[in-house]
């Protein structure tokens, strides 16, 4: 197993279109993770799943965005009608959480989103 | 909640001196867990370091170090005789026990010039 991988690497759309990420997390890793990285900030926090379950969702999540985590495996980030502030780099990270806790985070490459 | 903070954006050092990159935090859990990321330019998030709240001792491995301090909410970064491949901008984070994710710090960007 290689890491996490995310595809595509970099994404430039038109406002108003739709996007799609996609993020393959290391195979025994029963978490998953999506964050949104702006220029000049930290990392922030939209939302995660365990297994198939998606958890929680950060505020920063508006309804145009929508994630899912089929089968728990590979999950798929989706952006309807973007907008220039979309433009980010999106992360995603996946970890094992057991018995004593989670036992740290794998990040992907990122997705670099440019909404024109 | 829970906050980090990197009051330092950016510094900049010659190679072969010592710098520390600091970090506060804020939570109202009493187990949590600190952690040092490392981006450089390709924009990958390199892990550095995992803490958990009840461990103080400080840790060294190789030229980094880490002084965890508790009554300060304090978990700085030493990185002595600094080179160039340490170029990047570092990020701080905290995981609490409610949420089980990352909440990171703006990050401090440290250029080591030649």
């Known amino acids: 197993d290689t890491g996490v991988s995310q595809d595509p690497r970099h994404k430039i759309t038109k406002r108003g279109q739709n996007v799609t990420f996609r993020c393959d997390p290391i195979?025994?890793?029963?978490?998953l993770y999506w964050y949104r990285q702006t220029l000049g900030q930290g990392p922030e926090f939209l939302t995660y799943f365990q297994n198939e379950a998606q958890l929680e969702k950060s505020r920063l999540l508006s309804d145009r965005f929508s994630a899912e985590r089929p089968k728990g495996s590979f999950s798929t980030l989706e952006i309807q009608r973007t907008e220039q502030g979309d433009s980010a780099m999106y992360l995603c990270?996946?970890?094992?959480?057991?018995?004593?806790?989670?036992?740290?985070?794998?990040f992907g490459s990122g997705t670099r989103l440019t909404v024109v | 909640a829970q906050k980090v903070t990197q009051a330092q954006t950016e510094i900049s050092v010659v190679e072969k001196e010592d710098v520390t990159l600091d970090c506060v935090y804020e939570?109202?859990?009493?187990?949590?867990?600190l952690f040092w990321y490392k981006q450089p330019p390709s924009g990958e998030l390199v892990f550095l370091i995992r803490r958990n709240s009840f461990d103080e001792q400080n840790e060294i491995s190789g030229r980094y170090s880490w002084n965890f301090q508790k009554s300060t909410s304090s978990f700085n970064f030493t990185i002595t005789a600094s080179q160039v491949v340490d170029s990047a901008v570092y990020f701080c984070a905290l995981e609490g026990t409610g949420r089980r994710a990352l909440t990171f710090g703006s990050g401090t960007r440290l250029q080591v010039q030649p």
């Open positions: 195979s025994e890793h029963n978490r």
């Open positions: 990270a996946s970890s094992f959480i057991g018995e004593w806790g989670n036992y740290g985070y794998t």
């Open positions: 939570t109202r859990d009493t187990t949590y867990y």
